[in-house]
């Protein structure tokens, strides 16, 4: 089993910035990939950033050149700097874990990221 617990969200005006953190607990070992979604009231879930175990890094269109994921092993956490925040990135953020071996994938609760004009 693997717990995450974001943290980071809140309200920011346009053009401004955020950093969400998604810590990881339980079966951290069997995490190959890590990264970020996130759904806005009325829309699906989306993709946002995603990056594996080699650092390989995999972001949608629309966040391309904004927006970067990390991963800090030792601590066992994934960011997701967010700059030149827009209106359109408003959305309920959540992080995600997949253990390939296993078939599973993990969510966390989410976090609330509202940018404002």
């Known amino acids: 089993q693997v717990q995450l617990v974001e943290s980071g969200g809140g309200s920011v005006q346009a053009g401004g910035s955020l950093r969400l953190s998604c810590a990881a607990s339980g079966s951290i070992s069997r995490i190959n990939v890590m990264g970020w979604y996130r759904q806005a009231a009325g829309k699906q879930r989306e993709l946002v950033a995603t990056?594996?175990?080699?650092?390989?890094?995999n972001y949608a269109d629309s966040v391309k050149g904004r927006f970067t994921i990390s991963r800090d092993y030792p601590r066992n956490t994934v960011y997701l700097l967010m700059n030149s925040l827009k209106p359109e990135d408003t959305a309920v953020y959540y992080c995600?874990?997949?253990?390939?071996?296993?078939?599973?994938?993990?969510w966390g609760q989410g976090t609330q990221v509202t940018v404002s004009l």
């Open positions: 990056i594996t175990t080699n650092e390989r890094t």
């Open positions: 995600n874990a997949v253990a390939l071996s296993l078939g599973y994938e993990y």
